[in-house]
């Protein structure tokens, strides 16, 4: 079985700062990770990926993700976040590429204040 | 324009109906899937049509039917309503058959 676990479920941060969202997993075998974003009255979209190679990934609007596979962490960072970055982020673990083992985490609330 | 779009967003009825969740996307992707989030926020998938043809169906009740008139729709339809059905059901969709894009924003099913 897989899990995930999101560290802090909000974060609030001001305009310009440095921010990282933290997700943990278990598996027993490989998975892949994924960080899906959610903006107010819209659905979840992904924001990036690792399936495999260099463990540092970059996704949309300046996100990236670093897989640590001893520490079996996947956290998201951004070194400078903006007000349109309020949203509440999704981490995701996948046995397979396929959505078919798809699970997510409870969520984090990303609040950027000005 | 939204991505993807479910309706209804919210669907209060009673034991024992029918009822069906609609879902439609605009991206051109040929792939779409439903997913049942439980109160803990997890989504587990349930089907995932690719062209219109069912590819992944998990265990899911057979009072669960997938229906995909064409590749933008896929429509989930609930005979025999229980207790235990509610929940917020998701809409995703991408392109090939691999892992879901984006989502819908939700249906919120409440069964009393």
């Known amino acids: 079985a897989q899990s995930v676990t999101q560290l802090d479920s909000q974060v609030p941060v001001f305009e310009e700062a440095p921010v990282e969202l933290r997700c943990n997993y278990s598996?027993?075998?490989?998975?892949?990770l994924f960080w899906y974003v959610q903006y107010p009255n819209q659905g979840l979209q992904l924001l990036l990926k690792?399936?495999?190679?260099?463990?540092l990934v970059k996704g949309i609007n300046g996100f990236e993700a670093e897989f640590n596979k001893s520490q079996t962490s996947f956290h998201l960072r951004k070194p400078s976040v903006h007000i349109s970055d309020t949203a509440e982020y999704f981490c995701?673990?996948?046995?397979?590429?396929?959505?078919?083992?798809?699970?997510f985490g409870e969520g984090t609330q990303l609040t950027v204040n000005p | 324009d939204t991505a993807v779009s479910q309706t209804p967003k919210y669907l209060v009825t009673q034991m024992g109906n029918d009822k069906s969740i609609k879902c439609e996307q605009n991206?051109?992707?040929?792939?779409m899937y439903w997913y049942k989030q439980d109160s803990k926020k997890f989504l587990k998938i349930m089907f995932s049509?690719?062209?219109?043809?069912?590819?992944i169906n998990e265990t899911v009740p057979n009072r669960f039917s997938p229906k995909s008139p064409d590749k933008a729709h896929l429509n989930l339809h609930i005979n025999s309503l229980e207790l235990g059905d509610s929940a917020v059901y998701f809409c995703?969709?991408?392109?090939?058959?691999?892992?879901?894009?984006?989502f819908g924003e939700g249906s919120r099913l409440t069964v009393l």
């Open positions: 690792y399936l495999s190679g260099s463990t």
């Open positions: 049509y690719n062209n219109k043809e069912l590819i």
């Open positions: 995701a673990v996948s046995m397979g590429t396929s959505g078919s083992r798809l699970t």
């Open positions: 598996s027993s075998v490989s998975v892949y």
């Open positions: 991206l051109g992707h040929d792939t």
């Open positions: 995703a969709s991408s392109q090939g058959a691999g892992l879901p894009r984006f």
